[in-house]
């Protein structure tokens, strides 16, 4: 079964500092690759994705970085803010399916 | 703009109990999934449709049902609820997953079963 394992599961940032979080896939058959955010009792929301022939996308303070030949992506957050504070799943579309499959979650928090 | 709406947000069940959780969505979307989140499993797809009549097995199907008798509804059962089965239930739909991979969530249905 296609799976993306995501690390670290929580992570603790200051105020200001970079936020990385990790993802990796075990076999090439992933076609798109999004970041969903998570604030508590919300749902999953769209915060950036990728394709793999882009080796990275930034928008704002968020950045994707992609290693096809390595299967992993990361998401990176710059100057981070209390208001980061989310959980943060990767996510991939394996080819010619309709299923999204996500990885098991990064709690982050952002302190002042 | 109500966008993904799932009924109830709660519920309590007892072990062999059913129930019936419902999705509505009004962007006239042709996917609808339903997930399951539990702590340290992240989300996990249980069934999905991929239009109106149509329905398909996710990774963890058993134990449930699906339903898209309208395309603006996707409805999932429990026909004999069991503890295992005590989760947050997320409720998702998307314009075309294979081109923009955008699926908008609704907030979650929140289930215990005693």
């Known amino acids: 079964q296609q799976q993306v394992k995501q690390s670290p599961q929580s992570l603790i940032v200051q105020k200001g500092g970079i936020s990385i979080i990790n993802c990796a896939y075990e076999?090439?058959?992933?076609?798109?690759f999004p970041w969903y955010q998570q604030f508590p009792g919300k749902g999953p929301a769209l915060l950036i994705a990728?394709?793999?022939?882009?080796s990275e996308k930034k928008e704002g303070r968020f950045t994707i970085s992609f290693n096809k030949s390595a299967k992993q992506f990361s998401l990176h957050i710059m100057d981070s803010q209390p208001g980061d504070s989310a959980t943060y799943f990767c996510?991939?579309?394996?080819?010619?399916?309709?299923?999204?499959?996500f990885g098991t979650g990064t709690r982050l928090q952002v302190f002042p | 703009n109500a966008g993904v709406t799932q009924t109830p947000k709660f519920r309590v069940l007892k072990t062999g109990q059913s129930m019936t959780l419902l999705c509505a969505q009004d962007?006239?979307?042709?996917?609808m999934y339903w997930y399951r989140q539990d702590p340290g499993m992240g989300l996990r797809l249980i069934h999905y449709?991929?239009?109106?009549?149509?329905?398909a097995k996710g990774e963890v199907p058993d134990g449930y049902n699906v339903s898209r008798l309208k395309k603006q509804n996707f409805l999932l059962g429990l026909e004999s609820a069991a503890p295992s089965q005590t989760s947050v239930y997320f409720c998702?739909?998307?314009?075309?997953?294979?081109?923009?991979?955008?699926?908008?969530f609704g907030e979650g249905s929140r289930l215990t079963v005693l």
């Open positions: 998702a739909s998307s314009r075309d997953a294979f081109y923009t991979g955008e699926l908008f």
């Open positions: 076999n090439t058959a992933f076609d798109y």
């Open positions: 990728i394709r793999p022939d882009v």
């Open positions: 996510a991939a579309i394996p080819y010619n399916t309709d299923k999204l499959i």
């Open positions: 962007m006239n979307h042709e996917y």
């Open positions: 449709s991929v239009g109106e009549g149509t329905t």
